[in-house]
């Protein structure tokens, strides 16, 4: 019985002094949180929602019912100006769209991505997902390494050689747009191009045909899954702990698996085939397997590095491409004249030509400017976000290193300060005689960890966009809303549903 009291009171008193402990904490915490809170408060921001949590019910409030974070954003530049400050819990982000500071920031290599962003993508509810890959790396030795062994298979000289698969894979979309005008459906565009961009990545990065304008496939919905998932995971820091959210949860950790079990396959298909002495193509495959660093005898680590960089170009070199071109579709549907002028351009240039040279994509110049000026009011991958560790200026005012510079080019796109009368989609915007926008233009971000695939995307939507203006007329159905969707990257909300109808087109 004494026995009995002498644990009781033993485990009593070691609860006490682990509450006790819990209490210090959390008023060191709080400490912490006030001391933070003091450091930033003479930089202008909306007011904290609340002590612990700063702005994050404002801003989870913004994304209800499929809103627009970078709307907040905007509200929020718009009444607090070119630098204003965002809390989280001890986190604090700046969001600037100061040219200038636009400029310092993004354009120097000694400022990495921010952790909170870029280490949460490393997994997804606890299943790897971006890994260390070229997105999310952070070190910037590690970073840069992968980037120099990954840029031969993005040089001009290689990109001219991808023109005939653009071609054959866009033909593919023809054919499919022919039989649909044909029977006199509808078609939703953003779905039928976001094949064109899967089937062309697949083909173009990993020699794999998917030809999913003809054949179903998981891998649509994977990726759709997992950006969804990638979205709640960083933008809401109590997801996971919500019981009613568990079956969504376990769909986006089958949609990683699904992805990167995939890669694991592929790669080890193309890694036989190398050993076997086989003629391989110089792709972004054969440059991940070399991104490893010992081929020899590879640890699960060199696996998973491989993996991370399958993921990154499956995702990255896809998504953000269909949804440019379904946006540049929607707003030439809605702006007839523009239309019209580059058909005429698309005429000129290439005719009746089935096949477009490289050379062509350069003389349709008016087709870039509607491709640029798509991507400033829809930049398809709309913010990206840096550590700043020492103070600087930003507009005037004087900011303690130890925040994250949040870049959003959603909202530099629509401020009229940049761009006169800014919610106008007016390609001349982008005439090449006209000025050249100042570090408020970034729609593949800016300086170092700038896009890699820009030239290849845009070459892949010049593409498919001249060769449906060749042959088809469109018209948006009725009711068509213009809404946009934001699943981490930007989409069109009613997935661009059109009527089509042949041109006068004749091979
Ligand atoms: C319209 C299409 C595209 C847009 C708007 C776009 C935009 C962007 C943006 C804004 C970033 C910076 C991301 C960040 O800082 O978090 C980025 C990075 C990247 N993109 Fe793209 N992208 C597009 C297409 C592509 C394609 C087709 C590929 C590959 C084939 C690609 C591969 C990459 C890679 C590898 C990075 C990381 C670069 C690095 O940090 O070194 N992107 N892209």
Known sequence: MAIFHLLLSWTAQAMMFLFFLIFIAFVGYCFYLKHIHMKYDHIPGPPRDNFFLGHSSSLLGAMKNDGLIHDKFLEWTEKYGPVYRINILHYVSLCISCPE??????MSPKYPKDKFVYKKLFNLFGQRFLG???????????????RRIMDPAFSSLYLRGLMGTFNETAEKLMEKLTD?????REANMLHLVNCVTLD????????????LLKNSSPFPRAIETCLKGMMYYVRDLFFELKPKNKPFINEVKEA???????????????????????DVPKDILTQIIKTADKEESMTKEDEEFMLDNFVTFFIAGQETTANQISFCIMELGRHPDILEKVKKEVDDV????????????GELTYLSQVLKETLRLYPTAPGTSREVSEDMVIDGIHVPGGFSGVFSSFVSGRLEKFFKDPLKFDPDRFHPDAAKPYYCYYPFALGPRSCLGQNFAQMEAKVVMAKLLQRFDFTLAPGENFDILDTGTLRPKSGVVCTIRHRNYKK
């Open 101 to 106: 500071a636009t400029k310092e920031i993004l």
């Open 132 to 146: 260390n890959g070229l997105v999310t790396a952070q070190d910037h030795k590690q970073w840069y390494k992968q």
């Open 180 to 184: 649909i005008a044909d029977s006199k």
């Open 200 to 211: 062309v990545i697949t083909k173009v990065a990993f020699g794999v045909d998917l030809d």
């Open 256 to 278: 990683c698996h699904l992805l990167r079990t995939t890669g694991a396959r592929w790669i080890n298909e193309r890694k036989i085939a190398i050993k076997n002495g086989n």
């Open 350 to 361: 290439i005719g009746m030509k089935q096949d477009i040279s490289y050379d062509n994509l």
